[in-house]
């Protein structure tokens, strides 16, 4: 049984990654021990018979110590813990996107400095137990002070919020033996990949700490398992209500960035790029997001979220089959409207740099549906059995194949005029010359695609552990396009630096191709990720380091005349262009008692249409905590 696991934390750019490690439960426990931390009551046949009237007449004569026995078996049972944590931390590099007319900052300072108090509750009366994983979080620094009046409230002045991880009810042996029922906020956590899980999908990702991926949120749920034996159980998972993800702030540069369209045909995107290209370039009309709405699924029936599995153990080997249908908790475009502004204005820095107005744009962001089929396997290989010094070999392998819905986008235009040229009010024209605007172009095509995490683990001695994993699909990626499946996402675009060719382009042929300028990268990339654990000073002095590495490379394209079409040029993952890595060491040590200090350092590499090089991953950071755990 896999019982050595790391706990990660990877930042994002609207989600990256990097590892922080703990130990975890191991990956399918008997009932009796059923998802380690979560587990509420256990079944106690001593109390049961104990509580049993007894008579040898046949009726029901209760003693006074028959009444001792059954206050006895129904005693109430509290276990509680806690934890103080403190966390500073600093951003070392800026981080910037955008001009002076659209212009977003992440200043270098202090990025966090949050007072944390955690408290877990569990009180069990037989078969019925409820449990309670609540965090108090203090963020240290006053939000929204925008007039004295604010100054008298302390929810502006040392603002707090309560975050809920489990809050439920559970009744074990509900009618029958073998059957659990579990009511409230809850965390189901069924994948085996160490932090890095697609088939973890009922809770929605909290990637609002960059420190902490891999977190999720706790989630309201009806929970019914049924143990075949004591190995073997088959769950049913029924969500209510939809949980959007937690993003983190540096997210917000990504509107900065209108050049990322998103849309997978290529006609349609290419003209895109040489239309608004031209409007900035021609008629000094720059493309700025000025609006972004959240469209959340309606609180329907037909909205719940439903999930089942089946789990168990096969040769000491833990396996599960699942199968989730729900939405992707990443929002996905789904409408633009595009106006124009024709306001002149320049730049306060710089009277000589101008614009004659701007090309506003308002975006709708939508979570589309998914089906998701998932597997899950982890053990030992008996590598020991090979050789008398070389211990088991950890292994994990959770794969995930996705069945999305077709997502597309609306686009509309208003009344916009680039130097004489009227683009009419109305929904785009996807067709171009042909009749008819077409159909709607796909941000998410309906085919399937997959995302797994390989990973190995083995420890060398009690001080050394080291960890190694192949993912494939960071939780932000979604769609087919992969080394299986063509597909890619835009990382960056524009158009060729010549005036004539634009105006053809755009005015003339209404076609971008032979204008538009290209960064692609695949939808779903791969990485390696790589830890290592080394324990000193009696164990309590850990030195860790954690790597991720893209994988994946780049593609530069654009339209080559000499060769009369569109060319792609490949940057391999340790080329200057397509490189990209994030760096994690960390110091701690253990004082005893629950004393715990660590400093350590974020570090993402990488050009800025990479995924770890990209402003809206936050930069680097360094960071210090202080950790009470009682």
Request: net charge negative.
């Amino acid at each position: 049984m896999v019982r050595s696991s790391i706990r990660a934390a990877w930042p994002t750019a609207l989600v990256l990654a990097l590892s922080t490690a703990t130990t975890v439960a191991q990956a399918q426990p008997d009932r009796d021990d059923y998802e380690g931390e979560d587990d509420a009551t256990d079944t106690e046949a001593a109390e049961d018979e104990a509580a049993q009237p007894s008579s040898d007449s046949g009726e029901a004569e209760w003693s006074d110590s028959e009444f001792d026995a059954e206050d006895e078996a129904d005693e109430l049972e509290i276990e509680w813990s806690g934890r103080v944590q403190s966390d500073l931390r600093f951003r070392v590099d800026k981080q910037s996107v955008g001009s002076w007319v659209d212009y977003r900052e992440l200043p270098v300072g202090i990025d966090r400095n949050e007072n944390l108090l955690g408290l877990r509750f569990k009180a069990q009366f037989g078969d019925v137990a409820a449990v309670a994983d609540l965090d108090l979080v203090l963020y240290g620094y006053s939000q929204d002070i925008e007039g004295i009046g604010d100054l008298s409230r302390r929810e502006k002045v040392d603002p707090y919020r309560f975050e809920a991880h489990r809050l439920y009810v559970e009744i074990k042996d509900l009618f029958v033996p073998g059957f659990d029922l579990r009511m409230g906020q809850q965390l189901i956590l069924w994948g085996v990949g160490d932090q890095f899980n697609p088939t973890n999908n009922l809770n929605a990702d909290d990637l609002e700490d960059v420190l902490l991926f891999g977190e999720q949120q706790g989630n309201f749920m009806v929970r019914a398992d049924y143990w075949l034996d004591d190995d073997w159980s088959v769950t049913g998972v029924l969500v209510p209500i939809f949980k959007p993800a937690l993003l983190p702030r540096s997210g917000q540069l990504a509107l900065a960035m209108p050049d990322r369209i998103p849309i997978v045909d290529e006609y349609v995107r290419h003209r895109l790029h040489t239309e608004l290209g031209a409007a900035r370039v021609l008629a000094g009309h720059p493309t700025v997001v000025r609006d972004v709405s959240i469209e959340l699924p309606e609180t329907t029936l037909e909205n719940m979220q439903l999930s089942y599995r089946i789990g168990g153990t096969i040769g000491e080997q833990d396996v599960g089959l699942s199968y989730y249908r729900g939405r992707t908790d990443f929002p996905i475009a789904k409408r633009n409207v595009n106006t124009q502004d024709s306001t002149p204005a320049c730049n306060p820095d710089d009277p000589s740099d101008c614009i004659e107005g701007t090309i506003d744009t308002a975006v709708t962001l939508h979570y589309p549906e998914m089906h998701v089929y998932g597997f899950n396997m982890a053990g030992e290989l008996p590598t020991d059995k090979i050789a008398d010094f070389l211990s088991a070999i950890g292994y994990r392998l959770e794969v995930a194949l996705i069945v999305p819905q077709r997502a597309e986008m609306e686009i509309v235009m208003g009344d916009i005029d680039i130097m004489g040229y009227q683009i009419p009010a109305g929904e785009y024209d996807y067709n171009g010359r042909d009749d008819g605007i077409g159909q709607r172009p796909a941000v998410v095509e309906a085919t399937p695609f997959a995302k797994w995490t390989v990973g190995l683990d083995y420890t060398f001695t009690e001080n050394l552990y080291a960890n190694v994993q192949w993912v494939h699909g960071l939780a932000d990626e979604y769609g087919a396009g992969d080394w299986i499946t063509e597909g890619y996402a835009v990382r960056a675009g524009g158009i060729v630096e010549d005036d004539v060719a634009i105006v053809t382009c755009a005015l003339v042929d209404v076609d971008g191709r032979q204008c538009a300028v290209e960064t692609l990268r695949s939808r779903i990339a791969d990485y390696l990720v790589t830890g290592i654990d080394l324990r000193v000073l009696q164990q309590k002095l850990l030195l860790r380091l954690f790597t991720i590495f893209d994988l994946s490379g780049v593609w530069m394209v654009r339209y080559d005349p000499a060769v009369g079409q569109r060319v792609k040029e490949f940057h391999g993952p340790f080329s200057d262009e397509g490189f990209g890595a994030v760096i994690y060491p960390e110091v701690s040590y253990n004082f005893g008692n629950g004393l715990d200090l660590g400093v350590g350092a974020l570090v993402q590499l990488g050009k800025e249409h990479g995924k770890f090089g990209d402003p809206a991953a936050g930069g680097s950071l360094a960071w210090a905590r202080t950790r009470f755990n009682f």
